[in-house]
């Protein structure tokens, strides 16, 4: 494992991608660490925020936080395997691990400047904050705490797991870089926290937090107080976004057309068909169904694409086919290309896309949200008063 000293720069690639014979022993650090009996990435995932969720939000008490438009890692505090060091390791949606830094970033715990944290696991979203004049800073933001120095806190209330990150990492974190600013230009990246709000201070959120963002951003995330953390999909996060901005992930296959040899052709000895690649290709979208099987991906529509857009796909160089694609619906109900989501394994399943499109059809847009910002707050009010009065 080879170091990676200076700040990121690309969140992309957030160091140096260890091979599966170096992350196995992690893969299983981690497993222990949390319990588990599975390997597979143990992050929460959000379902899609649909118009029965408002009365979820009446009914329980809840944070709202803003979507970053970064990408989703968990950031595992450690020991260095050979060396014995400070490590930091950041682990992505297809559970493999990158080698983040060696020395250039220090992560003091509360008991002394030279101590740092071990077995602590993270989760956040790691972006690229515009600082001005053309400069980026790369910044995890973190929004929960599964680990803390060997100590298993899925169990506890989200409330209690973002105190005990404040007060054990991320205060003394802050006190340290204050004390010594110049060692701040030495760090990979910088640590952040998410701003949590009430779920009714959804105003705020949108007047203040996000028109304030150094960085992009693609919706909001309102999280259960009273849930444990639960790996996958957790019905209790939900994931709002305007009806025009929601994605949904499939793997695609693209199909060239193919052409028989004409005379010229055979004459030059070419006999086969042959695919005419500098043309659109048909493009099929597949869903996931799990597993691991011939039938883990089944059809599920075909996306349209524009001249002009294939010329731009083909201009990266790279290969194309059989990749897991971010996907939006236009005007026209046709499926359009975004991006690329090299990140994950697995388009999304098909149980997720299907919360997506019902999200599309019957969704909650902002005004909605701001109007029922009063009855939430009229719920979470009677909730703590009853409280109150029990406890009285």
């Known amino acids: 494992m080879a170091d990676n000293m200076g700040p990121l720069q690309s969140i992309d690639i957030p160091g140096v991608k260890l091979a599966d014979d170096e992350a196995r022993h992690l893969r299983q650090e981690v497993q222990r660490l ?64 990158w080698y983040v830094t060696s020395g250039s970033t220090h992560f003091p715990t509360a008991k002394a400047e030279n101590t740092f944290h071990q077995g602590t696991l993270l989760d956040g979203e790691l972006v690229m904050d515009d600082i001005g004049n053309g400069r980026k800073e790369p910044i995890y933001l973190v929004f929960d705490c599964l680990a803390l120095d060997g100590q298993n806190l899925m169990s506890r209330e989200l409330p209690k797991r973002l105190g005990y ?26 640590l952040g926290m998410k701003e949590m709000q009430v779920a009714y201070g959804i105003e705020m959120m949108f007047r203040e937090v996000i028109r304030n963002l150094k960085h992009g951003n693609d919706g909001l995330i309102f999280t259960c107080l009273g849930s444990e953390y639960k790996p996958g999909t957790d019905p209790h996060i939900l994931k709002w976004k305007a009806a ?19 005379e010229e052709d055979v004459a030059e000895g070419w006999a086969e068909p042959y695919k005419l690649y500098h043309e659109i290709p048909h493009i099929e979208m597949l869903a996931y169904h799990g597993g691991n099987g011939p039938d883990s991906y089944q059809h599920f529509g075909e996306m349209y694409m524009t001249e ?47 919360s997506v499109l019902e999200s599309i059809k019957d969704g909650v ?3 909605e949200l701001l109007a029922a910002a009063k009855g939430i707050r009229d719920a979470w009010k009677e909730r703590q008063q009853a409280q109150s009065q029990r406890r009285g």
Request: aromatic share 16%; with cysteine; hydrophobic share 30%.
């Open 34 to 97: 949390l319990g588990r009996e599975r390997w597979d990435f143990p992050g929460a995932q959000p379902v899609s925020f649909a118009r029965h969720h408002l009365k979820e939000l009446r009914a329980k008490d809840y944070y709202v936080c803003e979507k970053s438009d970064g990408i989703r890692y968990l950031l595992y505090l450690t020991v260095h395997p050979t060396t014995g060091d400070e490590a930091h390791f950041m682990i992505d949606r297809r559970n493999d691990y």
């Open 165 to 190: 990150f404040k007060e054990w990492i991320y205060d003394p974190y802050k006190a340290l870089y204050k004390k010594y600013p110049e060692e701040k230009q030495y760090q990979s990246f910088f």
């Open 244 to 262: 025009d901005e929601n994605t949904v992930d499939f793997r695609w296959k693209l199909e060239w057309p193919l052409i028989q040899p004409d």
């Open 308 to 354: 002009e857009e294939w010329e731009e796909l083909k201009g990266l160089d790279e290969p194309l086919d059989d990749r897991v694609v971010e996907a939006y619906m236009d005007e026209q109900k046709r499926w359009r290309f975004y991006r690329f989501r090299d990140d994950k394994p697995n388009g999304n399943h098909i149980s997720v896309i299907k």
């Open 365 to 367: 847009t902002k005004e």
